[in-house]
């Protein structure tokens, strides 16, 4: 006995309509996600395939999207044609520094900010704040007057320290601690923990994905940074990766497929943390509800 798929019940036929239109849906939602990805991973596979190309055939025109022929000893060459290594470990030093002096001032701030209550807090907040406003180039001649004065050029702590301090990472955290109850930390003082062991033991493992999308951002921020090692420093002996790809450019012309080859070396740490941080990074997006405070 046959059935007349005419006579099925209306509302299997419109339940099967949404399945499909869901479906039709799924698709469309994966293929516009794919041709969003594939644009931003373009600059990226553009950098390597000029890497591995000639510098003639970097420049020739027209241009080609695939190399004619492969050169993958540039990586090589633009390794030791320069102190890498030396440039690798001033941009980890000074990097790592930095985050590492970030995430503590930040973590007090906040937490001061959002647990304490003191005259005028909220308009000092709103001057801390008021300081992301302000072009990191219009404190550059500032920054430079001081540093010179206390005999810090060309040293770690002249570059790590006049940008150790951030008023995002305050915001952030302060936004996120906000988010936690104030009842854990009202326990713990009644267990006679005081304000430095209810921030280390309690606010700094619950503020974890918060703090870990600080650090990643902190680190890749001064990884990438230009403008202050260039003014912090004289000479190779402490300079940047950002710096040293710059020696690429001489009188005689510009090595692009060198710069490519080292650009694409220099953004393999930020890679890394962003694979090693992703469990975090995740945790941090997932949580975008306390930057609404209370």
Request: proline letters at 5%; charged letters at 10%; glycine letters at 8%.
């Amino acid at each position: 006995m046959t059935i007349d798929p005419s006579s099925r019940h209306p509302h299997s036929v419109s339940a099967d309509r949404r399945r499909i239109l869901r479906g039709i849906g799924t698709v469309l939602s994966y293929a516009g996600l794919s041709l969003v990805a594939l644009l931003f991973l373009f600059p990226f596979f553009w950098m390597v395939s000029n890497a591995v190309r000639s510098n003639a055939e970097v420049m020739a025109v027209p241009v080609r999207i695939l190399p004619e022929e492969y050169h993958w000893g540039t990586f090589v060459e633009a390794l030791v044609s320069l102190p890498f290594g030396t440039f690798l470990l001033n941009s980890f030093i000074v990097a790592c520094g930095v985050t590492a002096i970030v995430i503590a001032v930040s973590c007090l701030s906040a937490y001061a900010f959002a647990r304490l209550r003191f005259p005028g807090r909220e308009g000092l907040l709103l001057t801390f704040l008021s300081a992301l406003m302000i072009p990191q180039v219009m404190l550059v001649i500032p920054l430079f007057l001081l540093v010179s004065k206390l005999g810090w050029i060309n040293t770690y702590h002249g570059m790590i320290l006049p940008v150790a301090f951030s008023s995002f990472g305050t915001f952030l955290l302060r936004q996120f601690i906000l988010g936690i109850p104030k009842d854990l930390d009202e326990a713990a003082m009644m267990d006679g923990a005081s304000r430095l062991r209810i921030l280390v033991r309690i606010i700094v493992p619950l503020a974890m994905p918060a703090i870990g999308l600080l650090a990643l951002f902190t680190f890749i921020a001064q990884w990438k940074s230009f403008l202050w090692p260039l003014i912090a420093t004289s000479g190779l002996e402490k300079a940047t990766l950002p710096l040293g790809l710059t020696l690429f450019q001489t009188q005689q012309g510009t090595a692009w497929n060198y710069i490519m080859a080292g650009a694409t070396i220099s953004m393999l740490p930020g890679v890394v943390l962003a694979i090693v941080l992703q469990r975090v990074i995740y945790k941090g997006i997932s949580v975008g509800s306390g930057f609404g405070g209370r």
